[in-house]
């Protein structure tokens, strides 16, 4: 079976945009792939974090995988810094990575702001340390959002500029034509990019300081309920056809998370809708989003209850990660002309 990877940060609450984006596509995958689900914490220390808020929030986006359906026995779940090699791996990509291209990186330059200057060198040189994430397992398909879509493209570059320039040393270790694997971006369906609920060109994100911007996969009834009642739309009825989104990207938004949520296509959920108001629109979409996204909630908030279930699963997946991690990693020293205790 093919290998996936992929990882969510422990930054803050989980939102709709994380869940339709990336988690159910974690779900989707779990009967035809092998796969390897990351609490990247390493990651989320790139921007200042409280230690205590953090580690609840390992625990919180643990709990959301597990809720959501992922099976921690059939694959791998755990946080990242329990397993070295990715530390490991991504000093050796610093090396590898050329500095003009992670300049254009648009995340770095989103997250840095104005004061780039203070930005820390780790939230440079995060994408070296996703390469390695996923390299390190040399897995070959990465389920992410759009948002994502840059930093897979810098991996496949790391992982091709690796074999080309160790080509000869790949080979006389026995690893025939490249030793990294170019992984595959899977963004599909009409939720890679789930927009903020009161601006259509902004990012759902964790880090909107207006909580009215997302649904947050702890939000209870009520809570999505006023969110989406108070979502930014514009005055017209919806189309009937999906060309007639264009320049609507609010009604764009909303379509495309209510298509998502059932699992339709955009254009079928305008066959239901094309021609009403979103006040009717609304209501569907918030008893869609209630049925969908309140038992994951709850569930969240049971397995909260139980800490000590979350770390077992997070130490068994790291050493289960460990196992795969290890070798791949020796083989890279090997490859570099390291010398290794044996
Ligand atoms: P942060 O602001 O801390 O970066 P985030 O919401 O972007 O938080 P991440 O942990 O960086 O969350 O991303 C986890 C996964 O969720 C990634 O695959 C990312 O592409 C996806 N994702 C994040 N935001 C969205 C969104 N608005 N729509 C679809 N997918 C998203
Ligand atoms: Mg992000």
Redesign the pocket.
């Given at each position: 079976k093919p290998l996936v990877f992929?990882?969510?940060?422990?930054?803050?609450n989980?939102?709709?945009?994380?869940y339709?984006?990336?988690?159910t596509k974690f779900v989707a995958l779990q009967d035809s792939h092998e796969c390897i689900y990351c609490v990247?914490d390493m990651?989320?220390i790139t921007?200042p974090q409280d230690p205590q808020a953090l580690t609840a929030q390992i625990r919180e986006v643990t709990a959301a995988f597990l809720a959501a359906g992922i099976d921690p026995r059939k694959h791998i779940v755990f946080n990242q810094s329990q397993v070295h090699e990715h530390a490991e791996l991504a000093w050796v990509f610093n090396c590898v990575a050329r500095i003009g291209w992670l300049n254009r990186m648009t995340?770095f330059k989103e997250?840095a702001g104005k004061d780039r200057e203070n930005a820390s060198v780790g939230l440079y040189a995060y994408p070296t340390l996703m390469a390695a994430d996923i390299l390190v397992y040399r897995a070959t398909h990465v389920?992410?959002?759009?948002?994502?879509k840059q930093h897979l493209e810098l991996a496949r570059d790391i992982a091709q500029k690796f074999n080309n320039d160790y080509a000869e040393s790949i080979a006389s270790n026995g690893f025939g034509e490249g030793f990294f694997p170019l992984p595959e971006p899977l963004i599909q369906g009409p939720?890679?990019?789930?927009?903020?609920l009161r601006d259509g060109s902004k990012?759902?994100?964790?880090?909107d300081p207006s909580d009215y911007s997302r649904i947050n996969l702890s939000d209870d009834a009520d809570a999505v309920a006023q969110k989406v009642r108070k979502a930014k739309t514009d005055p017209e009825p919806l189309p009937s056809e999906e060309a007639g989104l264009e320049k609507r990207p609010e009604a764009q938004n909303l379509v495309g998370i209510f298509a998502a949520l059932a699992d339709r296509s955009r254009a079928d959920v305008l066959r239901e809708f094309g021609g009403a108001q979103f006040s009717s629109f609304k209501a569907a979409l918030v008893d869609l989003a209630v049925t969908k996204l309140g038992p994951i909630g709850s569930e969240m908030k049971r397995l909260a209850a139980d800490p000590g279930y979350i770390d077992s699963v997070l130490a068994d997946g790291a050493e289960r990660a460990s196992a795969i991690a290890r070798p791949n990693m020796d083989a890279v020293k090997d490859i570099l002309g390291f010398v290794r205790r044996r």
């Open positions: 992929s990882g969510v940060q422990p930054t803050g989980l939102h709709l945009g994380n339709l984006g990336a988690i990247v990651h989320a921007v995340q997250k389920p992410v959002g759009e948002d994502q939720a890679t990019r789930v927009m903020s990012k759902m994100s964790k880090s």
